[in-house]
């Protein structure tokens, strides 16, 4: 773990959360429920069990890197189980829908609800995008979603916010959407330039073609022309049929932050569409709640560790695993379920209101 990060973004040590009120954690059934009623200010929880169990890892990767617990979510963290969006395959049977993303998202992530926690390996969901010749599927993670959220709350609580620039040929944006740069800072202390990231395919115009704009949403940074921040490969599987899916691109925290920023720029120009059309998950206060326990609160033992933690064998949770824990919230047998976990303005108040902050 980083000891550049600012305060803001940066969690509790292994020793720190070691240090409170522990407690060691042998089944992770009823698990999401613990931590949610837990005192994030005192308690503290120490994982024994492995999250993701050997029998996910393949043959191949067994003899590859040896069945450490680490390897095994680093493994899953690229090839997890996604769940499909399944919104409409052609632009005709879009256009007759009028339904926005929100409503798929709800509909992919309630199929989690009557499942039990031991059922969920869930990473997050994915689409494929309808436009042709745009046909790379978007993945997304759901830790990713808090990452961006917390960062676009850190970057708009600055003396000048974070600096949009909006260009529109609105020809063009009719068709393919509006291009946005954004302006956003790091986590870390030492690095002080801003990154500028351009998101394309931003829908800004009312009409037939909104659905199939969003559902083509690119981004990259400004300053490598042609690098694409997210070529790093994630290659997850459908979590029904468990089929490879290939030729993706993932969105990351950056990129969930610029879209927010270009969606309330939008929102203070008199413009709602943008963030109608949100392709994220936006959480509750409470679920938000439970985030930030997973990495403020929880460590998980780890029998493979070798090197400087090797004596206690204790490290943070990975990305993946937290993904799982955060999919198992939607359970409403062991979790919190859907409606608890989704933001709603007149219940959450405004998400730059929640506490995000990892100091407190």
């Known amino acids: 773990m980083s000891t550049t990060k600012k305060t803001f973004f940066k969690p509790r040590t292994v020793a720190q959360i070691r240090n409170m009120n522990l407690q060691e954690v042998g ?15 005192k308690d503290s929880f120490l994982i024994m069990k492995n999250i993701f169990p050997d029998t996910l890892l393949t043959k191949k990767l067994k003899e590859e890197q040896g069945q450490k617990q680490a390897d ?15 919104i409409p395959k052609t632009l005709t049977v879009s256009r007759q829908n009028p339904a926005h993303p929100r409503y798929y998202i709800e509909k992919a992530l309630k199929k989690l609800e009557p499942m039990s926690e031991k059922e969920i390996f869930c990473l997050g969901y994915y689409l494929y995008p309808i436009i042709k010749g745009n046909q790379k599927t978007r993945i997304f993670l759901l830790d990713y979603h808090f990452d961006g959220c917390q960062r676009f709350v850190y970057d708009e609580s600055l003396k000048n916010g974070i600096d949009v620039t909006q260009y529109e040929n ?42 199939e704009i969003i559902y083509s949403l690119e981004s990259e940074f400004e300053q490598q022309p042609g690098n694409k921040f997210n070529e790093v490969k994630f290659q997850g599987v459908d979590y029904i049929t468990q089929q ?14 610029a879209y927010l920023a270009a969606a309330k720029y939008s929102f203070e120009n008199g413009n709602t569409i943008p963030w109608q059309m949100c392709p994220f998950f936006l959480p509750s206060k ?10 403020n609160n929880v460590i998980i033992y780890d029998k493979t560790i070798t090197g400087p ?52």
């Not at 979510?73 to 399944?86: F, M, P, Q």
């Not at 490879?244 to 932050?257: A, D």
């Not at 409470?286 to 990495?295: E, Y």
Request: aromatic content about 10%; glycine content about 4%.
């Open 27 to 41: 089944s992770l059934e009823g698990f999401v429920n613990l931590i949610d009623q837990s005192d994030g200010k």
């Open 72 to 86: 095994i979510s680093r493994y899953k963290a690229k090839y997890g189980s996604l769940i499909n969006l399944k």
């Open 170 to 211: 609105r020809k063009k944006s009719k068709i393919n959407g509006a291009m946005f740069f954004c302006k956003i800072s790091h986590t870390e202390k030492r690095i002080r330039k801003k990154n500028t990231i351009k998101l394309s395919s931003v829908p800004v115009i009312q009409n037939e073609n909104i659905r």
């Open 244 to 257: 490879r899916i290939r030729n993706s691109m993932t969105f990351y925290p950056q990129e969930i932050e």
């Open 286 to 295: 409470r679920f938000v709640s439970l985030w930030k326990k997973l990495n």
């Open 309 to 360: 933690r090797e004596i206690e064998k204790l490290r943070p949770l990975h990305i993946a695993e937290k993904c799982v824990l955060e999919a198992r919230a939607f359970s409403l047998k062991t979790g919190l379920g859907y409606n608890e976990c989704v933001y709603q303005k007149e219940r959450d108040g405004k998400l730059e209101d929640f506490n995000w902050s990892f100091k407190s």
